[in-house]
């Protein structure tokens, strides 16, 4: 780049404005910092209420979806997906499990319960839940844990 002086010779810039680049070198920081808490947090685990007094389950006119802590998910004791199966397919896994468990009983109206592990990470459990709303279920209940109070 070149101005003109008055005395009609050519002068050239030598020097770089860094202003901009520091600008924008302190708005990445921000951002960075405003993120990686996020970025720890991106695997919550889900610890269900426990319950003082409730009634068991009943086995036998329920559809009952487990959920342990490695990932494994069962719909009526049955193992549906493992610990290796990408988060993606659980939902289409358990969907299908549930239709096939809908047909045995022949109505939509039969209770789903979802027992989740207390350890288990948030995105099984969310991907159950979104499986039973995705083929109807009407009933849906989360299975607490009974306190057991001895004194």
Do not use: C, W
């Not at 002068?11 to 708005?27: A, G, M, R, W, Y």
């Amino acid at each position: 780049m070149g101005l003109s002086s008055g005395s009609g010779g050519r002068q050239t810039f030598s020097e770089i404005n860094i202003t901009p680049l520091t600008d924008v070198f302190l708005v990445l920081l921000i951002i960075m910092i405003l993120i990686a808490p996020l970025i720890n947090q991106s695997s919550l685990k889900v610890e269900p209420p426990v319950a003082q007094h409730g009634k068991s389950e009943q086995q036998n006119k329920t559809i009952t979806v487990e959920v342990s802590k490695e990932g494994i998910i069962a719909v009526n004791g049955q193992k549906v997906s493992d610990q290796n199966t990408p988060i993606n397919r659980i939902q289409n896994l358990v969907s299908d499990a549930l239709k096939r468990e809908f047909d045995k009983f022949g109505t939509k109206d039969v209770p789903v319960a979802v027992r989740a592990d207390q350890e288990s990470r948030q995105k099984y459990v969310v991907s159950v839940l979104d499986a039973a709303a995705g083929v109807g279920v009407k009933k849906l209940r989360i299975v607490t844990l009974q306190h057991d109070s001895r004194f």
